[in-house]
T-cell receptor
Framework: GENVEQHPSTLSVQEGDSAVIKCTYS??????FPWYKQELGKGPQLIID?????GEKKDQRIAVTLNKTAKHFSLHITETQPEDSAVYFC?????????FGKGTTLSVSS | DGGITQSPKYLFRKEGQNVTLSCEQN?????MYWYRQDPGQGLRLIYY???????QKGDIAEGYSVSREKKESFPLTVTSAQKNPTAFYLC????????????FGPGTRLTVT
């Protein structure tokens, strides 16, 4: 079946550094790629998404890039802050559903 | 406040009992979804519903059942046939099945002993 691979599984950075999380997907028909942030004990929150007609999208300190040819998409967080510490999930649309990566635990130390 | 509510936040049951998890939304969304989350795993789709009185199985539907009698409500029943029911259950909704943007509730942690 369709799947999405997410790397790394854990990421530790110093406050102010950048963080990059990468995902690879298999469904070439996917056109929608959201990223979710999940804090401990809470539901995932949609933080940014990108559709296949663009290669990059930015929202303040967060950016997402998409390479449809290589079936890669990435999340970039600049100037990280302690409150960015959470689990991040990439996802892509497969048919009428979303498929999720296994998550990246980001730890930002001050 | 508009949003998705799930209750209760924590639920404990004995093995062999059926249990129903509640999910309500006041966003006027047509589509609703149930996911299961296990430690170190992504979200796996259990069931989804695109409109009232209609629902489809996801990847791991065995041992679960749902109903969609009202647009606002999509309860999930974890039956005794589910072999490993202890997990964090998440409900989500989207404007329609084709909008793809899903918004999640706070989740219910079910523990079965």
């Amino acid at each position: 079946g369709e799947n999405v691979e997410q790397h790394p599984s854990t990421l530790s950075v110093q406050e102010g550094d950048s963080a990059v999380i990468k995902c690879t997907y298999s469904d070439s028909a996917s056109n929608y790629f959201p990223w979710y942030k999940q804090e401990l004990g809470k539901g995932p929150q949609l933080i940014i998404d990108i559709r296949s007609n663009v290669g990059e999208k930015k929202d303040q300190r967060i950016a997402v890039t998409l390479n449809k040819t290589a079936k890669h998409f990435s999340l970039h967080i600049t100037e990280t802050q302690p409150e960015d510490s959470a689990v991040y999930f990439c996802s892509n649309q497969a048919g009428t559903a979303l498929i999720f990566g296994k998550g990246t635990t980001l730890s930002v130390s001050s | 406040d508009g949003g998705i509510t799930q209750s209760p936040k924590y639920l404990f049951r004995k093995e062999g009992q059926n249990v129903t998890l509640s999910c309500e939304q006041n966003l006027n969304h047509d589509a609703m979804y149930w996911y299961r989350q296990d430690p170190g795993q992504g979200l796996r789709l259990i069931y989804y519903s695109q409109i009232v009185n209609d629902f489809q199985k996801g990847d791991i539907a065995e041992g679960y059942s749902v109903s969609r009698e009202k647009k606002e409500s999509f309860p999930l029943t974890v039956t005794s046939a589910q072999k490993n029911p202890t997990a964090f259950y998440l409900c989500a909704s989207s404007i329609s099945a084709l909008s793809y943007e899903q918004y999640f509730g706070p989740g219910t942690r079910l523990t079965v002993t």
